[in-house]
């Protein structure tokens, strides 16, 4: 039997709910529990894939293509469970649903409504293939006062009632902001923040309260006062010096005991944290430290390269080093910056995925940097395809080489994809079809020549990734850019879609269509990403 923890958000937004339930959840799982996260958002799109990374941040891609919320980056790096398709539910995929019933039909003829039509359908995403789970942690998107969310917050309310007593609780995570003036935490925004969530039918079991300072013990007495919990029940969560530091922080000061306190389970065993000290001490401890230039177009929101920021940060752990990275606006070598003086300090180059012909230029020309140089580079889905078309121009003799991505072109090096071969069969698209879902999505397999560098450093020819992209370089190309030195080593399995290209001359020059940042976590680094560092660790000994 399954239990359910229904996680809040209160007074501001951006307090770590998602950080906090990849960390509780992970807690658990040291102790020996089945665990899985799922996320409801409350806005109206379908999903986040036509959404601006400068509005929501980057889009994490689940094995079986689900284009979700960031914050499932976060529950698969700290628990190492995969998430689904099923894990991220938005209001508009909800509304979505319930209008394509009601115009079959399916409603027999009653007038459609948020109650019962609309949280019906949010209990029956929460409670979907739960049989192996001992828990199951909802966090619900926004700030507890939010128009957007009342359906959520509804239909949790209506769930903690239909499941069995003991069988579900509410964790609130609020603000306790200091006043510098007056030299104090303030308890009144956490107060108001708790009476908007009871007026909503919740009564919330534990609170976790964000401070910069120490929470005083006639503090947290007193929040357990004016909320209606016990004072063991109010968790301070203080910053933390690494994401990675945040389940020690919080098992320190009770929140896993507390939780389990709440279901009335008094046998659990005590939680196994080596895990997490072997990474916080490779952290905290590193042997060395390398200095990696990302040249990207979406710099100005760190939160659109979330799963690459952390993917790098493991490979520095794999190889006990500190990472620097240095976040570089493709734009700017288009607008006459030296771009030797931004690059040669750097130690590695990536080139990470994206869309547009905003700065493509400035990325290519940072692909022809880092090959001249020699300097370890890893392009990445749209890096990758920067590099072809600069090895293209410049080692293959094809100076008009673009992508149709860009425009029309006489020699087309990167193509919109038309059809390819997925689990459910032959999939078409056109450029006329709409943007939403029409990209190459989730994981597919591809197979790697024997003798490449790539195969080395997988340690395996059959390989599994995940895609999200509509373009894809054109294989037809493929003789004159090998001739230039570009192999391609990694293919479709029915060898038409390029998937990997590389340099054997070079010190450590990597292209791939997938995006190897969402699987990698800091317990389990990704293959490329350690190899990554690793030479840029070589690099660093050079300069």
């Known amino acids: 039997m399954a239990r359910y923890i229904f996680i809040t958000g209160g007074v501001v937004s951006s307090l770590g709910k998602g950080l906090m339930a990849a960390s509780l959840a992970a807690l658990l799982q040291a102790r020996g529990f089945r665990v899985r996260i799922r996320k409801f958002d409350p806005y109206l799109n379908v999903d986040p894939g036509t959404m601006s990374p400068y509005q929501h941040g980057e889009v994490y891609v689940t094995d079986d293509g689900a284009e979700t919320d960031l914050d499932l980056g976060h529950y698969e790096r700290f628990t190492g469970v995969s998430a689904r398709q099923s894990d991220n539910v938005t209001q508009g995929r909800v509304y979505q649903t319930i209008i394509q019933r009601e115009r079959r039909g399916d409603y027999l003829g009653a007038t459609v409504q948020v109650i019962p039509h609309v949280t019906d359908e949010i209990k029956a995403f929460a409670t ?140 659990a065993p005590a939680p196994t944290m080596e895990r997490w000290d072997d990474i916080m001490d490779r952290q905290l401890n590193p042997e060395g430290e390398v200095t990696i230039g990302v040249v990207g177009k979406y710099v100005g929101l760190l939160d659109a390269y979330k799963s690459l920021h952390e993917a790098l940060h493991h490979g520095g752990l794999a190889n006990r080093v500190k990472v620097n990275i240095k976040w570089i606006d493709a734009e ?31 990325k290519i020309a940072s692909v022809r940097f880092a090959r001249e140089r020699n300097v370890p580079f890893f392009g990445i889905c749209l890096g990758m395809q920067m590099a072809c078309i600069e090895g293209a121009r410049n080692t293959a003799g094809i100076a008009d080489a673009s992508t149709t991505e860009f425009g029309e072109t006489s020699e087309p090096v990167v193509g919109l994809i038309t059809e390819w071969m997925s689990k459910e069969g032959l999939q078409q698209r056109t450029a006329e079809t709409d943007l939403g879902g029409t990209m190459r999505l989730g994981a597919y397999p591809a197979k790697l020549t024997g003798n490449s560098v790539v195969a080395g450093i997988y340690g395996a020819n059959d390989i599994s990734e995940r895609h999200r992209h509509r373009y894809e370089v054109n294989a037809s190309y493929r003789d004159p850019l090998e001739k230039g030195g570009l192999i391609f080593s990694g293919m479709s399995p029915d060898g038409t879609l390029p998937e990997i290209v590389e340099r054997p001359d070079h010190s450590w020059f990597v292209g791939v269509q997938f995006h190897p940042e969402l699987k990698s976590k800091p317990f389990d680094p990704h293959p490329l990403f350690a190899s990554f560092i690793e030479a840029a660790v070589k690099q660093s000994r050079l300069v």
């Open 128 to 267: 979907a293939d739960t049989e192996d789970l001992d828990f199951v942690l909802c966090e619900i998107g926004g700030t507890v006062g939010d128009i957007e969310s009342l359906p959520f917050m509804e239909a949790i309310r209506q769930l903690h009632n239909d499941l069995d007593r003991g069988q579900s609780i509410f964790v609130h995570v609020t603000l306790v902001p200091y006043i510098a003036a007056a030299g104090e935490l303030k308890t009144k925004p956490t107060q108001h923040s708790v009476r908007e969530l009871t007026s909503l039918g919740i009564q919330p079991d534990i609170l976790l309260c964000r401070c910069e300072h120490p929470l005083p013990e006639s503090e947290r007495r007193k929040i357990a006062l004016f909320c209606n919990v016990r004072p063991e029940a109010v968790i301070p969560a203080l910053d933390a010096s690494s994401i990675y530091a945040v389940p020690q922080q919080y098992h320190a000061e009770g929140l896993d005991a507390e939780v389990l306190r709440a279901f009335g389970i008094s046998d």
């Open 332 to 362: 700017l070598f288009e607008k006459g910056e030296d771009l030797a003086v931004s690059l040669e300090p750097m130690h590695g180059i990536l080139v990470p995925g994206g869309f547009g012909v905003r700065g493509s230029e400035g």
